[in-house]
């Protein structure tokens, strides 16, 4: 199979560059949603429409229109993104990483990356206090972490395996 060699030493497989490229061009098609041709924004919108609110107060805006996504979710497909540009210049998963020893660890992280989406949503909920979007964001990227690429390294299987 071909492999991207890097510097350090690591090889990137092709599937993996791939899937950070799209992260990234999805990304850039939310981010530029409101400058898109009439016909690519509207199928931008329509894909963010499945899977966000799209509330005009919870959005970044851009040249008077907002983003095709809330700025939760535009903070999660960054973290996203970034992610997986690491992971694909990383390479592939130590396999210390994958011991079953490293579960716990794991899981801890991915609880503690959670946990500023979880606490937003709940002081918004709960309590009614207003956030501002750049806030919504940061803790919609801090979704993504460095330790979590070994569950994205697992996505990255799933995905080829259903492309591929």
Same mark, same amino acid.
């Given at each position: 199979m071909l492999k991207i060699r890097h510097s350090n030493g690591t090889?990137?497989?092709?599937e993996q560059w791939a899937l950070?490229?799209?992260?990234c061009a999805w990304l850039l098609a939310v981010v530029t949603s409101p400058l !898109?041709? =009439?016909?690519?924004?509207v199928l931008?919108?329509?894909l963010g429409s499945v899977i966000c609110h799209q509330l005009p107060a919870r959005s970044f805006h851009l040249g008077g229109a907002?983003?095709?996504v809330c700025a939760r979710c535009t903070g999660i497909y960054a973290g996203a993104a970034v992610t997986l540009v690491w992971c694909a210049w990383r390479g592939p998963v130590r396999a210390h990483t994958r011991a079953r020893s490293d579960i716990w660890r794991r899981r801890v992280t !991915?609880? =503690?990356?959670?946990?500023?989406?979880v606490a937003t949503v709940g002081l918004e909920l709960a309590l009614g206090w207003p956030?501002?979007?750049l806030t919504r964001a940061i803790a919609g990227a801090m979704l993504?972490?460095?330790?979590?690429?070994?569950?994205?390294?697992s996505l990255r299987h799933l995905v080829c395996r259903l492309l591929l």
């Open positions: 090889a990137g497989h092709p950070a490229g799209a992260a !898109l041709p =009439v016909r690519a924004g931008v919108y329509a907002q983003f095709a !991915l609880a =503690v990356g959670c946990a500023p989406t956030l501002s979007n993504r972490s460095e330790e979590h690429t070994s569950e994205l390294q």
